[in-house]
């Protein structure tokens, strides 16, 4: 290992580091701009220029191998002047607009010029002013700010995948600009704004709000997807006003998905339920809590007690904290009820019998960017998990390969190594191939071995099992849809055999901030209660909902309302009004996750707890603290808990260890059927990415940007053709009784007998089931 | 007559055909090593001895770079000739593809043969759209009479030449810009190290040599290297091309052995034009510090000389001045050349070319204030030796020595708002 001496003091650095890695190690600080540890190197700023004992020059640190022996001056006379003379080339053009520029006082120019700028100018000449550039709904530009970095344009090529942004022109008149005049549409395009240095990219929902300083910061967890990505929230007045990432590299590293950035807005929706209401009639009345937990209590004892536990079902939101779930639970229980769940939009539960534990990723987040083989099934990756997807691509980079099984070949902006893509109801089939190619192969598929047999392999599927018995790290995912299958427990069992057979881990795909902690803390059927699906096909008397907005959430969201509508009371503890009170008797307005202490337990086990950023809004409150009061008076023992801490200590008593105890991707006994695919045209009806929950369904920016645009009806050019339909026309789209007229679009990358018709939308959410079939006629 | 090592085809009719190579020995030294399957050291050996330096601009041992090059690694590897040509003053290498490009073939076969590359490629100046062209002919006619692509000369081992025109980026002539280039990226050269032996196009081991480099390869095999040295002097090896542009007579190439007195060449080009005095020279391409008549008629050309002398010799472009010229306008010239041809990746040449062609300009413009020299040479001080590559360096050149050898006349611009030449 080399040995070099940095300002005075020796030390061992690992060979290959440059010199900011030895200056990181010890301690010490180097100016620089273009140097980001998770993008390549530019050595362009300049900034970082040290002088090197020897070196006729001052040579850049970000850039610089170390070679035993040397000698680095970071600070020396020659070193500062050389760091100063950059600086003055920095600002010469710069508009020293830092009074009314949103990055004051958090800006890296801004800060390094207090300490290597002089105080004036020995610039004379006219200053350059470059054109604004239009990012989006959710990027401002100012663009004159610009020091060329490079840092956006490396980070869309690099991390996103994608080059939305670029450098054209030479000298002075280089500018980023987006490819002529396309917007940037990257899930993770937010991330230019923590990378630039400057004030050039800047929040457009956050422009002109609030300064930096005024603002103090809270450390939270995204309550999105279940990557869990740890943030801070930045606050000023008790109002959250924007939201960055707060590194963590086990979980986002120093990324977060726009989703995570910007669903804050929607805190301060007009939707927000602030106070408790109850339905008078056809009216809905303002109540004080006591009223309306007293009815509450009221209405559940009594139907309890005429019908039965069994007359109550419970729905809640995996996007709720592990305290929430715990005493909904805790209480659907109390009340007789085994009728409970967080899985609405899953259509197949037989796996439940014969699962060993939790499902989740089946190994560490992080080790996602290691892995050198990877099948994903039925996985919409890029927009259900957009920073897995991210950890994805960077393994493809060093040399992963990347399969996929899935009823839409969608851009995965990383090489794809071997890809099925067939219809919904034909990925058992596929998934099947894959064992009986690893059984043709002399491998021990397991309980499965004698349902198989039949199965005629493709080269497809003989490539995709021969990749996964190459390589050493690997793994087999399941996305969301086929979590979501009508047949996910064959899914899961021929994943399970795969991964036994083949040695690659088999994992889920976590949709839900804490999709993992419900299954922990017993948010589903334990002792023979419905699970969301029955309770949605046999209709309850009364229905305790919890953050969930069934007509959306639900995999067959028709059916879901009709349930709801049929019932003689329904509960709602929710943040926002929505459709609720349609169906709804009481509403309880709960503290989303910035107004409530609590924890989520990420996709591969993490248990991570976070305090309340600020008050609950006008009587919002804590759901923990709702469901302590219901649990008193509905007279049910073990609701005595002071704080969210205690709630937590009783649901999880050893904490992460209690989780990891309970996490399992064994399965067993699932009995593969084989029935041919489903003749006629499958839907495949994902939960569009800024549809996922209440919060970024409320979220002003997102719901301006390309991926939150309206469902439409997308199809293979070739099924276009064949029913006589016309592209960019309109379509009536029949699903048994439900019907929508939406926009036909084209897109080969479907299979030819499939169509994409996203759920979760309130335009589609009279259609049915997510995966079900359909039919399209010309209107 | 002086021996011509690249352009002596222009003595024969028809000097581009194969015909003409062909006759006068060309392609033999091809054919003998193939023949002979000379080992790849012995060549770089005789290319050592030759003491042949690169032809672009900076005067690198050729020999030494080739033996940089790592022969045995198993992957692709390739050879790039740098035919961008667009250091202002430059002219020779688009006269070397029109007139002689069959030798430009065989040095870039031999290169391949030597450095163990699977493919060559030629990267042509924008500009000159024809000259790509006829070279994609003269591909041609090398292919179809065994001399380039499959089974070479019967030897069963196989190289072919690719073309890439530019688009007349000057930025483009520099190596590692010209790779991105090919790569089809925007041409912005890479910081360094790793150097193209290591990382070079598409990531491969690359050996890039300028066009007249690479077309002094085929004679310095055939002859020996000893023999090319002699042509030249020591350290200075062979013949050289000079473009000599400006106030003379007869403008134009001129290929003479180095170590020629630049009195000697002035002549060639028929002096300087007629009724007028020399004023000062720019001996080596725009990039090069200027030199008074008085040094530079003392002086010999090669590379050792005019580097003594306070210059370079660069690429031979020598751009002569009489007593007509303004050094004040003549530098806001230059100066806005680098500026507008900046890559703009690193800071302080982006924004000090600007910087420093904006003060130049309001000098020339009557503008100039006491301090605006010292501001410049400082200006300039900031640039050299900081940026990723040598454009920085090129900018600067011109603007400190102009400033250092006729500082009179800018401070006479500046006092008088005009010019102390002329009119
Ligand atoms: C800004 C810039 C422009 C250059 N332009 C050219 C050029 O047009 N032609 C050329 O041969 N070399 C040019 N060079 C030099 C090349 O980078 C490289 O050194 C040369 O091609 C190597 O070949 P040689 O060793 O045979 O000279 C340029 C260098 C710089 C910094
Ligand atoms: S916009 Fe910002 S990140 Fe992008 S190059 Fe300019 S300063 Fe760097
Ligand atoms: S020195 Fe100038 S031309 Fe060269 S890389 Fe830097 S900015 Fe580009
Ligand atoms: S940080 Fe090293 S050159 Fe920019």
Redesign the interface.
Same mark, same amino acid.
């Given at each position: 290992m080399p040995h070099i001496e940095i300002d005075g003091s020796e030390i061992e650095v690992a060979p290959g580091a440059t010199l900011m890695d030895a200056a990181a190690q010890a301690g010490i600080y180097i100016p620089h701009f273009c140097y980001h540890k998770k993008l390549s190197? @530019? @050595?362009?700023?300049?900034?970082c220029?040290v002088e090197v004992e020897k070196a /006729?020059?001052?040579l850049?640190a970000c850039?610089t191998?170390v070679t035993d022996g040397m000698k680095v001056w970071t600070r020396s006379e020659r070193a500062v002047e @050389?760091q100063k003379?950059?600086m003055?080339?920095?600002l010469?053009?710069h508009p020293l607009d830092c009074p009314i520029c949103d990055q004051g006082g958090e800006c890296q120019l801004q800060d390094l010029a207090v300490g290597y700028g002089a105080s004036n100018s020995?610039?004379?000449? /006219?200053k350059r002013v470059v054109r604004e550039k239009e990012l989006g709904p959710l990027i401002s530009t100012d663009m004159t700010r610009c020091?060329?970095c490079?840092r956006c344009v490396r980070f869309g090529q690099e991390i996103a995948g994608m080059m939305e942004l670029?450098?054209?022109?030479?000298?002075?008149?280089?500018e980023v600009m987006p490819w002529l005049e396309h917007q940037v549409t990257s899930e993770l395009s937010g991330n230019v704004i923590d990378l630039c240095p400057v004030g050039a990219l800047t929040s457009k929902p956050f422009r002109y709000k609030a300064r930096g300083w005024e603002l103090s910061r809270r450390r939270t967890v995204s309550p999105h997807d279940g990557l869990g990505a740890n943030m801070l929230v930045h606050v000023k007045d008790g109002r959250v006003y924007r939201a960055v990432p707060q590194d963590n590299e086990a979980v986002n590293e120093c990324w977060l998905a726009d989703r995570d950035r910007y669903s804050y807005e929607a805190l301060y929706s007009e939707d927000r339920l602030t106070r408790p209401m109850v339905r008078d009639g056809d009216r809905w009345v303002e109540v004080d809590w006591g009223k309306a937990l007293a009815q509450v209590a009221g209405a559940l004892k009594m139907l309890r007690d005429t019908h039965g536990g069994d007359a109550i079902g419970v729905l809640a939101s995996p996007h709720q904290t592990v305290e929430e779930l715990h005493l909904l639970q805790k209480l659907a229980r109390g009340l007789g009820s085994d009728n409970i769940d967080h899985r609405l939009n899953h259509s197949d539960f037989a796996a439940d019998a014969g699962r060993a534990g939790a499902a989740w990723l089946g190994l560490p987040v992080a080790e996602l960017s290691n892995l050198d083989r990877v099948l994903l099934v039925g996985a919409t990756v890029r927009k259900d998990q957009p920073l897995a997807a991210q950890r994805l691509r960077q393994a493809v980079k060093a040399g992963a390969q990347l399969s996929i099984i899935h009823a839409a070949d969608d851009d995965l902006l990383c090489k794809v190594a071997h890809k099925l893509v067939v219809k919904p109801s034909a990925l058992v089939q596929a998934l099947a191939q894959v064992a009986r190619a690893l059984q043709e192969a002399g491998l021990d598929v397991g309980a499965v071995a004698a349902s198989i047999g039949g199965v005629a392999v493709t080269d497809a599927a003989r490539a995709i099992a021969g990749s996964l018995r190459g390589g050493a790290r690997k793994a087999l995912l399941l996305g969301s849809l086929a979590q979501q299958h009508p047949r996910a427990a064959e899914l899961h069992q021929l994943a399970w055999a795969i991964g036994q057979a083949s040695g690659a881990r088999v994992g889920f795909l976590s949709p839900a901030a804490n999709s993992v902690g419900a299954q922990v803390l017993g948010v589903q059927p334990a002792g023979g209660g419905r699970n969301a699906g029955r309770m949605l096909a046999e209709p309850r008397k009364a229905y305790v909902l919890m953050g969930v907005e069934p007509e959306l959430d639900a995999y067959d969201a028709r059916q879901a309302l009709e349930a709801l509508r049929g019932a003689e009371f329904v509960v709602a503890l929710t943040a926002f009004k929505g459709a609720a009170p349609d169906y709804a008797h009481v509403l309880l307005p709960i503290a989303p996750y910035t107004e409530t202490a609590g924890s989520y337990v990420n996709m591969e086990g993490r248990l991570q707890a976070f305090h309340g950023a600020v008050k609950p809004l006008g009587e919002t409150r804590p759901a923990w603290k709702v469901l302590r009061v219901l649990g008193n008076l509905l007279e049910l023992p073990g609701f005595e808990f002071d704080s969210a801490e205690a709630v937590r200590a009783e649901a999880l008593p050893e904490g992460e260890a209690t989780v990891r105890a309970r996490l399992d991707n064994a399965v067993e006994g699932v009995a593969l059927a084989h029935p041919a695919p489903v003749e006629g045209l499958d839907r495949v009806g994902e939960t569009p990415i800024y549809q996922l929950d209440p919060l970024v369904r409320r979220a002003p920016a997102l719901q301006k940007t390309a991926d939150a645009a309206a469902p439409e009806v997308w199809a293979h050019g070739e099924l276009i053709a064949r029913l006589g339909l016309e592209e960019g026309g309109q379509v009536r789209v029949t699903q048994g009784e439900g019907a929508a007229v939406l926009r036909l679009r084209r897109d080969d990358r479907l299979p030819v007998d499939a169509v994409r018709v996203a759920a979760g939308h309130p335009l589609t959410a009279g259609l049915g089931a997510r995966l079900g079939t359909l039919s399209l006629e010309r209107l | 007559m002086s021996t011509k090592v690249c352009l002596w085809t222009l003595d024969h009719p028809n000097p581009a055909s194969l015909e003409t190579y062909v006759a006068n020995g060309g392609y033999s030294a091809l054919k003998k090593i193939l023949a002979e399957k000379t080992p790849a050291e012995q060549i770089i050996e005789q290319v050592k001895i030759s003491a042949l330096r690169g032809r672009g601009g900076a005067g690198f041992p050729t020999g030494l770079k080739w033996s940089f090059m790592p022969r045995s690694f198993p992957g692709d590897k390739y050879v790039v000739c740098n035919t961008d040509e667009g250091e202002p003053g430059t002219f020779k290498d688009r006269d070397i593809v029109q007139f002689n490009p069959h030798q430009l073939i065989e040095g870039m076969v031999i290169a391949g043969y030597t450095l163990g590359a699977r493919a060559g490629y030629n990267y042509i100046h924008g500009e000159i759209f024809e000259l790509y062209q006829s070279w994609e002919q003269a591909l041609d006619e090398a292919r179809a009479a065994g001399y380039l692509g499959k089974n070479i000369c019967g030897s069963g081992w196989d190289f072919d030449i690719h073309a890439h025109h530019g688009y007349g980026a000057y930025i483009c002539g520099e190596e590692t810009a010209l790779l991105e280039s090919i790569e089809g990226k925007k041409g912005q050269p890479r910081f360094k190290p790793p150097f193209p032996a290591s990382f070079g196009l598409y990531g491969k081991p690359t050996t890039i040599n300028n066009t007249e480099t690479l077309a002094s390869i085929p004679w310095i095999v055939k002859h020996g290297g000893q023999r090319f040295l002699e042509l030249g002097k020591p350290n200075n090896g062979g013949t050289k091309i000079f473009s000599v542009s400006g106030h003379v007579n007869q403008p134009g190439n001129y290929e003479v052995p180095l170590g020629t007195p630049f009195a000697e060449l002035l002549e060639m080009a028929g002096g300087v034009r007629d009724g007028h005095r020399l004023k000062a020279v720019i001996p080596g391409g725009s990039s090069a510090p200027v030199l008074p008549a008085e040094i530079m008629m003392d002086c010999t050309l090669d590379f050792d000389a005019i580097a003594k002398a306070g210059s370079m010799l660069g690429s031979g472009a020598v751009i002569v001045m009489d007593e007509t010229v303004c050094m004040v306008q003549a530098l806001e010239r230059l100066a806005y050349f680098y500026f507008e041809e900046s890559c703009g990746q690193c800071t302080p040449c982006r924004e000090g070319t600007g910087w420093m062609y904006r003060v130049v300009h309001r000098i020339e413009h009557g503008q100039g204030r006491p301090e605006d020299l010292d501001l410049l040479m400082s200006v300039g001080g900031n640039i050299s030796g900081r940026t990723i590559c040598a454009l920085g360096d090129a900018a600067v050149g011109p603007v400190h020595s102009f400033i250092k050898h006729f500082r009179k006349e800018f401070e006479y611009h500046i006092e008088n708002k005009r010019c102390m030449v002329g009119d």
């Open positions: 190197i @530019a @050595a362009s700023c300049r900034m220029l /006729p020059k001052p850049p850039a191998p @050389a003379g950059v003055e080339f920095l010469i053009n020995r610039y004379a000449e /006219p020091i060329h490079s670029g450098m054209p022109g030479r000298g002075e008149h280089t | -």
